[in-house]
């Protein structure tokens, strides 16, 4: 299996601010996801972050909003921008590793 | 069309009992399923995973039952422990390794 470690594991965040984080595997895979799982609630697909090029975006997701970066196999950034109270979620960065999908712990985000 | 549906939403079973969590789904695109496991405050964890060629995977006291013709599949938990107490997620694979979630179902084993 792959370790994913993400940072921060959690933040408290004033409105209208923008907070990165961080998703680091201990493998190089191909492929890399950000996922949302609001309060008690299934995850949703944001996008695929795509090695050297920019992100695929699922529907109702922006980069202005969600601006990924991947600037090598093993690591991801998701930036949530200008942060209102519904962007309060977990955020789960995913892998593809030996044809199965990895989620690291999460980061928990609370919007003020 | 990209859609999971997940039964149960909760489900409460007794120590010793047999924990059944059903998903079906529409898209005949989709070609992987996995059921991930996830605890309080953390991550989603690979539970047990099928291909569409294959009717029925065991691993340990965990069964996956697939109907591909129903376009159903089942999550079977044998001789459940309190220790199986989690949030359980079925989920679909289609184009570029991408998942869609059932809703999923909060399994509760009283000792």
């Known amino acids: 299996s792959a370790v994913i470690s993400q940072k921060p594991s959690r933040d408290i965040c004033q409105r209208g601010t923008s907070l990165t984080i961080q998703c680091q595997v201990d493998?190089?895979?191909?492929?890399m996801f950000w996922y949302r799982q609001q309060p008690g609630q299934s995850l949703t697909l944001i996008a695929t972050?795509?090695?050297?090029?920019?992100?695929?975006?699922e529907s109702g997701f922006v980069i202005d909003k969600f601006p990924i970066s991947r600037p090598n196999l093993t690591f991801s950034t998701l930036t949530v921008s200008n942060m209102s109270p519904e962007d309060s979620s977990i955020y789960l960065c995913s892998a593809r590793h030996t044809g199965e999908l990895f989620f690291g712990e999460g980061s928990r985000l609370t919007v003020l | 069309q990209q859609q999971v549906k997940q039964s149960p939403q909760s489900l409460i079973v007794q120590k010793g009992g047999i924990s059944i969590i059903n998903c079906a789904y529409e898209?005949?695109?989709?070609?992987?399923f996995p059921w991930y496991q996830q605890f309080p405050g953390k991550g989603p964890a690979l539970l047990i995973a099928?291909?569409?060629?294959?009717s029925e995977k065991k691993e340990g006291r965990f069964t996956i039952s697939f109907n591909k013709s129903a376009k159903q599949f089942s999550l079977h938990i044998m001789d459940s422990q309190p220790g199986d107490s989690a949030t359980y997620f079925c989920a679909a694979m289609w184009s570029g390794s991408r998942l869609t979630f059932g809703e999923g179902t909060q399994l509760t084993v009283n000792p």
């Open positions: 898209n005949t695109a989709f070609d992987y």
């Open positions: 099928i291909r569409p060629d294959v």
């Open positions: 493998s190089q895979v191909t492929m």
């Open positions: 972050a795509n090695q050297g090029s920019e992100a695929t975006y």
